[in-house]
């Protein structure tokens, strides 16, 4: 007896049903077309990223804190704990100082602002303040400070993470040093309540379509095509460098773990391609977290290393700012000498690491650099108005890639990475499942031999039960 083939109307459907990708691919492709076409449209159905973003923000302070202090107390070893924490840090310094090199030299090669003659006096550097609401980037004490929290309550209310990491290590700590005698209900709390929060994140995804339909009908709608015929040199330049600086970190990554960052694309396409379309990396820091850990990352490597490098490790905004400096100069006629390319590559190492957070921060580092350089005009930074929001996509994959290879090399680093897990991860053979599903909607989202399914063990009594 034969079996009926499913129509395509029927397979493109059950597709689009249950492929988060799939969704998502959509909305991004029809959001672009209601920009183009209906402008006032997408301006108006903007709320729909900003809400989605505000809501994903909600969450990522408290699964930080629950990762991390999981990770600390079931590890074991506060030292080890210690020991991730300045490798990633080593890791971020390479990694960011080699960006930054290679957007000078690229900027030196392919001279994108070159020709353009532009007359710095007619320039509106006021354009500039009104897009950083007069702020500034913080000096480096002021970061260290501010990285210490004032307030238990209000780290978690100002969604300052780094501020919430250092909370988690203190409760981590402590829960090490108490043992799980004297407090035995502290750390099952907490590992309930990051399933809570997980299921949370959950609900929230299944909203991801929609953020990403109106977050890019805004951009089109707002900014236009024609800003990529302007600015088209500009654009592949820092395209170009992001690529190349992928493909350079495929080869770290492939020496370090043996893993594929092709593979890896390929695993996290959904999350991908959200923080594409809404521009916002944060947006799937806590599935990123999910997959990593699912990925074989060990819960303390994912917990300190990730969320550190959205504050320390920023690849593809130091490939922006590089290329952007030397842009800034070219197009008003300056040279710069080697000497003052080194005080670029200077100033932007530290000015880079006090961005995350900040309105306006690549304006605010673009001109703190200028202003220290003291020979490109301060009114050259706007320049830049028109092309920035079209950068979020390059700035948003290179960040999020970046910090995925470093947690991956840092616990490999550490011995806390299970590769063999991490290959069957990649390739499929160990299918992801969102910690807020259960078995039934895995089943029916998973038809046929890819079917996830936990593993069904015995008791002693000879009933099946399953087994996480």
């Known amino acids: 007896m034969s079996l009926s083939v499913p129509s395509l109307r029927r397979r493109a459907l059950r597709l689009l049903r249950t492929s988060l990708f799939a969704q998502v691919a959509c909305a991004l492709v029809l959001g672009v077309v209601v920009g183009r076409l209906w402008p006032d449209v997408g301006t108006a159905v903007q709320l729909l990223g900003d809400g989605f973003v505000r809501l994903i923000k909600a969450v990522i302070a408290p699964l930080v804190f629950c990762v991390v202090v999981t990770g600390i107390a079931k590890a074991g070893d506060l030292r080890a704990f210690g020991r991730i924490g300045v490798k990633a840090l ?6 960011t100082t080699f960006a930054l090199l290679i957007g000078l030299v690229a900027g030196n090669l392919v001279r994108p602002g070159a020709g353009m003659h532009v007359d710095p006096s007619r320039l509106d550097a006021s354009a500039v303040d009104a897009k950083t609401g007069g702020g500034s980037l913080p000096s480096t004490s002021q970061f260290v400070l501010h990285s210490l929290p004032e ?35 502290i750390l099952p709390a907490v590992e309930q309540a990051q399933e809570v929060v997980f299921a949370v994140v959950g ?5 991801a379509p929609l953020a990403v339909f109106g977050a890019t009908a805004h951009l089109v709608g707002q900014y236009g ?8 040199k500009l654009i592949a330049v820092c395209y170009g460098v992001a690529v190349l600086f992928l493909a350079l970190l495929a080869v770290a990554l492939k020496a370090f773990t043996g893993l594929s960052l092709w593979k890896f694309v390929r695993y996290t396409r959904e999350e991908l391609v959200l ?12 599935r990123m977290m999910q997959k990593l850990r699912h990925a074989g990352c ?12 959205y504050s320390f490790n920023l690849d593809g905004a130091s490939i922006y700012l590089s290329v952007a400096t030397l842009f800034m100069a070219q197009a008003v006629g300056v040279h710069l000498t080697i000497g003052q390319q080194i005080t670029v590559v200077l ?6 690491k006090g961005m995350a957070g900040v309105p306006g921060s690549a304006f605010l580092a673009l001109s703190a650099t200028a202003s220290a350089l003291g020979v490109i005009p301060a009114g050259a930074v706007a320049l830049l108005l028109g092309v920035d929001r079209v950068m979020d996509s390059m700035r948003v994959t290179t960040n999020l890639l970046g910090n995925c290879v470093a947690a991956f090399a840092v616990a490999r680093w550490e011995g806390a990475l299970d590769t063999a897990r991490a290959r069957k991860a990649l390739t499929g053979e160990a299918v992801f499942v969102p910690e807020e599903q259960d078995d039934t909607a895995v089943a029916a989202a998973s038809p046929g031999p890819h079917r ?12 099946p039960v399953r087994a996480d």
């Open 275 to 286: 923080a594409l379309g809404t521009a916002s990396s944060e947006t799937v820091m806590p």
């Open 90 to 95: 080593l890791w971020f310094e390479v990694a």
């Open 452 to 463: 996830a399914v936990r593993p069904v063990t015995e008791t002693d009594s000879g009933h």
């Open 151 to 185: 307030s238990a309550v209000g780290a978690f209310a100002e969604n300052s993470l780094l501020q919430v990491l250092v909370l988690a290590c203190l409760v981590g700590a402590a829960l090490l040093h108490l043992g799980h005698t004297k407090v035995p209900a």
């Open 347 to 352: 100033m932007l190492m530290l000015t880079s």
């Open 298 to 309: 060990r819960d303390d490597a994912v917990g300190l290393v990730l969320p550190t490098g």
């Open 203 to 207: 609900f929230v995804m299944r909203l």
């Open 225 to 232: 095509l024609g800003v990529m015929s302007t600015y088209g």
